[in-house]
């Protein structure tokens, strides 16, 4: 079992930048894979990002390409996304979920797949 905590999150303005933090404990194999999901009010939980802790490859969603990046601290057991030109579409609570499982794409883009979460942190865009 790994425990999670995210941190990072605030009020930002259009435009701004914000890096989030997702720092685990307990052992973390190499299997595993680590995610970002946001849910914002009245909707569902969705994928934001994912990294495989082993290789480090990443992948996002399209809403967010090009101006999150995904990235991890093995040394430290922490997950990273720095957050770029943000919108207030992007308003929402962040959280971060790890499984060792790394079955792929179809299922680490889905929530119902992870059995590990972290409490999530509030992120504010402001227009």
């Known amino acids: 079992q790994v425990h999670l905590v995210e941190s990072g999150g605030g009020v930002v303005q259009a435009g701004g930048s914000l890096r989030l933090s997702c720092a685990a404990s307990g052992r973390i194999f190499s299997s595993y894979v680590i995610g970002w999901f946001r849910q914002a009010p009245g909707k569902e939980r969705e994928f934001a990002a994912a990294i495989s802790w082993s290789g480090g490859s990443t992948d996002y969603a399209d809403s967010v390409k090009g101006r999150f990046t995904i990235s991890r601290d093995k040394g430290n057991n922490t997950v990273y996304l720095q957050m770029t030109s943000l919108n207030p579409e992007d308003t929402a609570v962040y959280y971060c979920?790890?499984?060792?499982?790394?079955?792929?794409?179809?299922?680490?883009?889905?929530?119902?797949?992870?059995?590990?979460w972290g409490q999530g942190t509030q992120v504010t865009v402001s227009s």
């Open positions: 979920a790890a499984d060792p499982r790394n079955l792929g794409h179809y299922y680490y883009t889905r929530a119902r797949y992870y059995d590990n």
